[in-house]
């Protein structure tokens, strides 16, 4: 059939051209919708049963896909005369996909056939629910909600029209109100927008907020995007109820699948279970981040548990500090999983099954090596038919260590929807394992351990990025050839970086070529690096909320992290003041005899948070940059001719005496002070320190100039011939005596510089801070 003549049909169905043309690019529901066309006459249907027609095909699942006739004797009977009944239909028969027979009776009754709801009887439930709001009725007139009373009655009368409800409570309250006033009428006035508090958030770029914003737009219907929190968004998820896998897109039903959802259900009693399963090979970075908050976040929010599943199966490349680097950055993050297992406590239970694959010749030993079977069109094997017997045997050798390594694996018989054909289950590794030490030499790979654990465990969702989308037919496939509790797999899109790289191979180099000095180098991406630069773990689980859950492979920039670590530590981190760059003062008419005490906030826009003493004395320091002997247009702070305010002290600072060194670099400055009551209002009031500590201030900037520099096109030198020469900057500045007492990771926002956090470098003769984020304000206060 043509399009042309195939859009003429679904035209006869009652959808306009511009819609059917739509369909088509649908394949399933085009599928569907023709499958169904050959079990009416065309010619002869309603408009009103052809749009039943049409929706009946766009939610019909593949499970129940042989009871479309069915559904559509019930439209053409006009059994079904509502969407409401289809979807009672396609809800019932889902539930009930393992009977061989439909239960006719029970159907009818699911679906409401035969149930005829009067216009008394709508009138009737209209009148008792708008009695339960009609003083609020009155009070709000026609701003009133009214779909709060569609809502109470279509509960009551489940098989009602939905329009004769509305037309019904539109008439009485109506009847109630009278006709809409010209007060009715004229626009809501809006709500006067008050600006968030904080100093850190005067002048954040709208830039930030835009790409913010673009952050969320979902890829397709069905997915989330940004949330205020992780537990909001992650209650929003459209995905299946525990046990009700089988209506699930995909998802593929057996005859056994009824008693294994029912035996699964008394052991779980019904609960979420998801699973975060990291290889032990690496530190995790900020992609993982998203992973973390998704499994655990779910789970959670669903009062379910999560597992954190090491996947231990490669003993190659897995080390005992990735084992406890994971499990801390998983707490940092503020989840704690219901039970830590790994890979290896199952390797009995995955060898078991692959003898039970090949004895129902679904998997077969080959001798094909590893370089051959790369790629998406390797030639097949010519031992795929080998016998059964001959394969068992062969496995068991691979497993008492009588075959080399690279001479045989364990191959399953299926072809992913990617085209590939027979991935491998079992290779051979003459390597001790960390947990099972010399009991294996063959080892199962991810596309064969992944699911089977999943069913072990009992995950009822087992969420992953999109690139295993590809993988899920085999995953699907693998438990129901196993006869076990499958699970469903979803998809969501992972989260990519620009500016950096978070390749485990990649970094390694950046370590050995002393690019960077570890792995948790604030100039990384790693979680250990975050953390170490200051970034708070609430800042990084909002930032993953607020990019929302969907199919879109995107990459984001760091000022959209930046923005989120500003938000929160704008509201943890109190203000303290310290100098980066000093420049000396000395007040000369500085009469009193002792220092005085100030009191600087902890928060200025909240007082009652408290606050910390500090000390003015005659000499006290500022920025260099706060001083200019020749200053350009519009410069607000101190000069030989404007004086300038220091914060929190009530004193009005002005030049009285310039003093430079040999070079004629200013060295310090001789100033009066003048009490603020008293002085001119100054232009602009700064920071400044007295008695002040010596610290270590560390100063970090992105690491590589290009957003990809992974991408050969943008650098064709390789990542590591991207990176800047000037990433870290050390200066030893003077700070407020008051963080003395700091401990690592402790954060503070600088007043007018930045956000900083103490590091563990720090010592008790040397204190060490970290640049954690700038504030982005206005160069010129």
């Known amino acids: 059939m043509s399009t042309v003549e195939t859009v003429e049909k679904f035209k006869l169905l009652g959808l306009s051209e511009q819609k059917a043309k739509e369909t088509l690019k649908n394949a399933n529901v085009t599928k569907f919708l023709l499958a169904s066309l050959e079990e009416v006459d065309i010619q002869k249907i309603s408009s009103s049963a052809g749009l039943l027609i049409y929706h009946l095909a766009t939610k019909i699942k593949p499970q129940i896909s042989d009871k479309l006739s069915f559904i559509c004797k019930y439209i053409l009977d006009g059994k079904f005369d509502s969407t409401l009944r289809v979807d009672a239909a396609l809800e019932y028969l889902l539930s009930h996909v393992n009977e061989p027979k ?15 709801i009067t216009p008394e009887q709508v009138e009737q439930a209209v009148e008792k629910h708008m009695a339960k709001y009609k003083q609020e009725l009155i009070e709000k007139r026609y701003r009133f909600n009214s779909g709060i009373i569609m809502q109470a009655v279509r509960a009551d009368l489940k098989w009602a029209d939905g329009k004769a409800i509305k037309n019904e409570v539109d008439v009485q309250i109506l009847d109630l109100l009278g006709p809409k006033t010209e007060a009715d009428l004229a626009p809501i006035p809006k709500a006067e927008k008050k600006p968030k508090g904080g100093d850190a958030n005067k002048k954040i770029k709208k830039e930030e907020t835009l790409s913010k914003n673009a952050s969320e737009v979902p ?20 995905f299946h109820a525990p046990g009700e896998n089988y209506k699930s897109d995909g998802y593929v039903v057996t005859p056994n699948t009824k008693q294994l959802l029912e035996e699964h259900l008394k052991i779980t009693s019904g609960k979420v279970r998801t699973r975060f399963p990291p290889e032990p090979n690496g530190i995790l970075h900020i992609g993982h981040a998203k992973a973390i908050n998704i499994n655990f976040g779910y789970a959670s929010a669903h009062d379910g548990v999560c597992f954190l599943r090491y996947d231990d199966t490669n003993p190659e490349k897995e080390e005992e500090k990735f084992f406890i680097g994971i499990k801390d950055m998983v707490e940092w993050l503020g989840y704690k999983p219901y039970k830590i297992t790994h890979s290896s406590d199952y390797f009995d239970q995955l060898y078991e099954w692959a003898v039970k694959l090949i004895t129902k010749d679904l998997a077969y030993v080959c001798h094909q090596k590893s370089e051959e079977i790369k790629g998406f069109n390797p030639p097949p094997s010519p031992w795929r038919n080998r016998p059964v017997e001959e394969s068992l045997q062969l496995f068991e050798d691979m497993k008492n260590g009588k075959i080399d390594e690279g001479e045989a694996t364990l191959r399953m018989k299926i072809t992913l929807e990617e085209g590939k054909q027979d991935p491998v289950a079992y290779r051979i590794k003459f390597k001790p394992h960390h947990r099972t030490g010399n009991k294996w030499c063959i080892y199962p790979t991810y596309d064969y351990t992944h699911c089977l654990c999943d069913s072990i465990e009992h995950i009822t969702h087992s969420l992953c990025t999109k690139e295993f989308q590809s993988r899920r037919s085999s995953y699907y496939w693998l438990c129901n050839a196993l006869d076990i509790y499958c699970p469903v797999q979803w ?7 620009n500016y950096t790289v978070v390749s485990k191979r990649k970094i390694g180099k950046l370590i050995e070529e002393g690019i960077v000095n570890d792995w948790d180098d604030p100039r990384l991406f790693t979680l250990t690096a975050l953390r170490r630069r200051g970034v708070p773990a609430a800042a990084i689980n909002a930032f993953c909320a607020g990019l929302g859950v969907t199919g879109a492979v995107g990459a984001v920039d760091p000022s959209m992290l930046d923005a989120a670590v500003r938000d929160a530590l704008n509201v943890t981190a109190p203000r303290v003041m310290a100098v980066l760059e000093p420049l000396k003062i000395t007040i000369t008419n500085f009469e009193s005899g002792k220092p005085l005490t100030v009191q600087v906030p902890d928060f ?23 001083f200019k002997e020749q200053p350009e247009k519009g410069y607000r702070r101190l000069t030989p001719t404007q004086s300038v305010g220091l914060r929190h002290a009530g ?17 310090e400055l001789e100033c009066t ?12 009031f700064i920071h400044w320190v007295s008695q002040p500590i010596s610290v270590e201030v560390r100063l970090y900037e992105p690491l590589f100039k290009h957003k990809n520099p992974e991408d050969p096109s943008e650098v064709p030198g390789g990542f590591a011939s991207d990176c800047r020469a000037d990433t870290l900057r050390a200066v030893r500045a003077c700070a407020d005596a008051s963080l003395r007492a700091a401990r690592v990771y402790d954060k503070f926002q600088f007043e007018r510089i930045g956000f900083f956090s103490v590091d563990p470098d720090t010592s008790a003769t040397n204190m060490v801070f970290n640049r954690t984020v700038s504030l982005k304000e206005d160069a010129g206060k």
């Open 673 to 684: 002070a003048e009490s603020t009551e008293s002085a001119d209002k100054p232009k602009a």
């Open 219 to 238: 890829v397709s219907s069905g997915e989330i995007s940004g949330a205020i929190s992780m537990p909001e968004l992650m209650k929003k998820l459209p």
């Open 651 to 667: 004193y009005v600072l002005k030049v009285s005496k310039v003093i430079k060194d040999s070079t004629g670099k200013v060295t």
């Open 491 to 497: 998809e969501y899109g992972r989260l990519n970086v």
């Open 102 to 116: 439909v239960d006719v009776d029970n159907f009818e009754s699911a679906c409401g056939v035969g149930v005829v």
């Open 604 to 626: 200025p826009n909240e007082p009652e948070k408290g606050s910390h003493s500090v000390v003015l004395d005659k000499v006290v320091f500022i920025e260099e940059s706060d």
